[in-house]
């Protein structure tokens, strides 16, 4: 059984006279235990998706499950085995860190409360903070009591938007491994935004890509990085002579000239293009002294797929 389940499902909003189109008839699974991507630009649906199926937003049409159950009429069922994490999502500036999550834990109904924030507090490094008002936390300190808040009820099912956005490096490396394991600990299946591309490949298992309000593409990271069918190489030679130019010429290869012993071209991904180019240079007498191959990336496959949209 898949843990969420979408099918062609709407959002409109009615925005100075008109209807603007959030989300169109949109449709995506996220199978039990899987990290699921969710990529676009800003304005693509992301958070809108994110609102509908965490109850936020109610959907103009289309369908909703949330572990084989209709979140708007088992909403109750469906929202004590869930939760979402923020970086924008709100919490009492007025309270503390510890008030705001002993609130959250009372409305989840999560036994011995205490140990459960304390052990959170722990894990995010922020149990010299428990008493501090929200309102005086630094950006990265809301983002990891945002994230406290999201795990508060060891949900089946977790919606990360965004959620590790103000955190340091060393932070961020801490959040992703905390991701990672507790996925893997309680088999549970995350939805996960980010405008990271690295940390998105690394944690997920699927990644689908919006545009304008649909989805544009659902696959692997690997079989996604195959859309781009071309790839960068950057040759670095040892007493290159006048004639190095005319073989590229002669190759009809389009090129760059760096400096006086570098040259920078496209090819093929596959690589065949790259051994014959390179097994006439060696034929020819020509000696490298570096080589970097530069494939093609997330960020690629965003920028191409947005530039579609």
């Known amino acids: 059984m898949n843990a969420i389940e979408v099918k062609n499902l709407v959002k409109s909003y009615r925005f100075k006279g008109r209807y603007i189109e959030a989300v169109r008839n949109i449709s995506f699974n996220i199978k039990k235990g899987e990290i699921f991507g969710l990529l676009g630009p800003n304005g693509a649906g992301k958070s809108t998706t994110i609102n509908m199926l965490s109850g936020v937003l109610s959907k103009d049409s ?3 499950k949330i572990l084989g159950k209709d979140p708007e009429t088992e909403s109750e069922d469906v929202r004590n085995s869930m939760n979402v994490a923020s970086a924008y999502f709100g919490l009492s500036d007025i309270l503390t860190i510890y008030q705001n999550l002993k609130i959250y834990a009372k409305l989840f109904n999560v036994k011995d409360y205490d140990k459960r924030i304390s052990g959170l507090l722990d894990n995010f490094e922020l149990k010299n903070l428990r008493d501090k ?177």
């Open 62 to 64: 289309g369908e909703i």
């Open 133 to 309: 008002r929200v309102t005086t936390l630094s950006s990265g300190e809301r983002t990891r009591l945002s994230l406290c808040k999201g795990f508060i009820n060891t949900p089946k099912v977790l919606l990360l938007d965004e959620c590790t956005v103000g955190l340091d490096p060393y932070m961020a490396e801490k959040t992703r491994q905390i991701i990672k394991d507790y996925q893997k600990e309680h088999n549970a299946s995350i939805l996960f935004t980010s405008h990271y591309m690295l940390e998105v490949e690394r944690l997920c298992d699927r990644i689908a890509f919006m545009s304008q309000g649909k989805i544009a593409r659902i696959d692997n990271a690997e079989n996604l990085k195959k859309i781009i069918r071309k790839q960068s190489v950057e040759m670095y030679f040892i007493n290159p002579d006048e004639k190095l130019r005319e073989f590229f010429i002669e190759k009809k290869i389009d090129a760059q000239f760096r400096n006086d012993d570098s040259v920078l071209f496209e090819v093929d991904t596959r690589g065949h293009d790259l051994f014959r180019i390179m097994n006439s240079l060696f034929k020819r007498g020509y000696k490298l002294r570096d080589l970097k191959i530069n494939r093609p990336t997330l960020d690629d496959i965003f920028i191409k797929i947005t530039k579609q949209g």
